[in-house]
């Protein structure tokens, strides 16, 4: 089961290089939860990308190949996420071990947060309308469209 894998990756990741506080799966906004967040979403899309790995999603060879062309194509967009990504992982190892972490670390950390999340993002985003706007795909959803109610449409 892909999700689990990738859930258990992702804790074992903020576990171990930063301890369970930063470690919250939940949705309820906090900086713990929105951090995880992040580094799930890094660590599914971009990732693997950085590595030379295929990832989990990418099963035929149609969804790999069109990874492997936003990747190439996003190469810009995934260095400035690599980096981001490093950057986050200091600032929440600063701010998630700090007793009291000041108003600045928390801002850092926050704006760390939201960097690496928009530039996971936007790859995934490219990603979908890539794979979205073949032929197949726009057939598919289509086929979809047409399926539903005409209110729902």
């Known amino acids: 089961m892909p999700a689990a894998r990738l859930r258990d990756q992702i804790a074992k990741i903020i576990s171990e290089n930063i301890g369970s506080p930063a470690l919250n799966f939940g949705r309820d906004g906090t900086l713990a939860a929105r951090f995880t967040r992040a580094v799930a979403l890094y660590n599914l899309f971009v990732g693997p990308g950085n590595d030379g790995a295929v990832p989990e999603f990418a099963k035929n060879g149609y969804s790999r190949s069109a990874y492997a062309r936003i990747m190439q194509q996003g190469e810009a967009v995934a260095a400035r996420a690599g980096a981001r990504y490093e950057e986050l992982m200091r600032t929440g190892l600063a701010f998630f071990t700090s007793s009291q972490p000041s108003p600045e670390l928390k801002e850092a950390l ?22 979205e706007l073949t032929h197949n795909g726009r057939l598919q959803r289509l086929a979809m469209d047409n399926a539903r109610p005409p209110l729902l449409r």
């Open 110 to 131: 926050n704006c760390n947060i939201t960097d690496v999340s928009n530039l996971a993002c936007s790859l995934v985003a490219r990603y979908v309308l890539f794979c």
